[in-house]
């Protein structure tokens, strides 16, 4: 059954969004784009009497040792709030994510009450994909909605077990990008330019042989530029990598003549962009420096390949946009591809999306998905755990 035939009416609906938004240091929403791709399926849900009970991690909240830490920086409770600001309803929160607490909180909702649970990944299971955890998500309630398409390249409790323990159905947004995304993989138009960068370097790593093998250009930049220039011995001043990202660049090709990476960078000691920045090679970076952007040479190098471009698939930002100094990679490598004749523009991924809306470039885009490493996946045609899930392969 689908989404807009099933009787939401009196029933209580998990679900699963990705609120997991970039935040600033002190923990502020810096974009949320990812709430408001939310917003219209949860007015349906209201007008249709269900019992909203929505689900989502934020962060890596397994990777901050220290739990009272964890809690403070990666609650989704400012999430909450920002949901109802955005909403003009009321949206509960629950501090707990299973157990009796949500239980008895869930006990007193009424049909077209909205409750938020607290961050998925403070549970082990959730990422463990464990079926003990699904079933406790599962207890709170009659069907499972997949609506975070951008967290379907994960196997994890929420998106896959727990398919599994209830009647679940595609959320109309999922289904919409499931949609677009198939009828572009299938002839894109071309030259095809691919553009990856942004932080999350294992799961980029992974789709370069794939996208290698499809494009006609592979342009990088950010963390996982950096990564393959430190693998491959061209920055000599960078610490040495974790053995399995070596691992990973070593299967990469770096003659083959379709694959771009930066000539020439920003270096400086000091990321808040206040200190001494230098425009040099990746092989000039002195020990006590750190890449922040791509340099001017780099741009022209990307602007005049986007140009000839047909389609453009872009995620992941080209250096820390967030910081004047760092940002002109990014913003003039977006500039390029939303002035561009190309006639497929594609972007994704919450930092892509945060820095396109920063530079008032999206309305620019042909389409922006809510995935980064989501859409890579399914461009270079992997099939997402989440999505088989649900059995829309
Ligand atoms: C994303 O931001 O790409 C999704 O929310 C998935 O997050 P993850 O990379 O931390 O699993």
Redesign the pocket.
């Known amino acids: 059954m689908s989404f807009q035939d099933f009787n939401f009416f009196g029933k209580k609906v998990l679900l699963r969004c990705?609120f997991?938004v970039p935040l600033d240091s002190q923990g502020k929403i810096l974009d949320d784009f990812?709430l408001q791709r939310a917003l219209s399926t949860i007015f349906f849900l209201r007008k249709a009497g269900a019992i909203i009970i929505l689900i989502s991690?934020l962060?890596?909240p397994q990777s901050i040792k220290n739990k009272r830490k964890r809690k403070k920086q990666l609650t989704l409770k400012p999430i909450g709030q920002r949901l109802s600001e955005l909403l003009h309803e009321k949206v509960l929160f629950s501090k707990k994510n299973k157990g009796r607490f949500v239980r008895q909180m869930v006990k007193k909702m009424k049909p077209g009450e909205i409750l938020l649970l607290e961050n998925l990944r403070f549970d082990k299971g959730e990422e463990q994909n464990s079926l003990k955890f699904a079933k406790q998500l599962a207890s709170l309630g009659d069907v499972f909605v997949n609506e975070?398409f951008?967290?379907c390249?994960?196997a994890?409790a929420s998106i896959v077990a727990l398919a599994k323990e209830l009647p679940c159905l595609a959320g109309p947004e999922l289904t919409k990008e499931f949609n677009f995304l198939s009828q572009i993989l299938q002839n894109p138009p071309r030259p095809l330019v691919v553009l990856i960068g942004g932080n999350?370097t294992e799961?980029k790593l992974k789709v370069i042989k794939e996208f290698l093998a499809m494009a006609d250009y592979l342009l990088l930049a950010g963390e996982t530029a950096n990564t393959i220039l430190s693998a491959k011995g061209l920055w000599p001043s960078h610490p040495l990598l974790p053995v399995e990202e070596i691992e990973m660049v070593k299967e990469i090709n770096l003659t083959d003549q379709k694959i771009y990476l930066p000539l020439d960078v920003l270096a400086s000691c000091d990321q808040s962009g206040q200190g001494i920045i230098r425009q040099t090679g990746p092989a000039s970076v002195r020990r006590d420096e750190d890449i922040f952007d791509i340099g001017p040479e780099t741009v022209n190098v990307y602007k005049e390949i986007i140009a000839q471009a047909q389609t453009v698939f872009w995620a992941g930002p080209l250096g820390l946009f967030e910081v004047e100094p760092f940002s002109h990679g990014t913003r003039d490598v977006a500039l390029a591809i939303a002035k561009s004749r190309a006639s497929l523009k594609l972007a994704g991924?919450?930092e892509t999306v945060a820095a396109l809306r920063k530079f008032n470039l999206t309305d620019n885009f042909s389409f922006i998905s809510t995935?980064?490493?989501?859409m890579l996946d399914f461009l270079a045609g992997e099939k997402l755990p989440g999505l088989e899930a649900l059995g829309l392969y």
């Open positions: 990705d997991n990812r991690h962060g890596e975070a951008s967290v390249h994960r994890h999350k799961s991924g919450g995935g980064g490493g989501a």
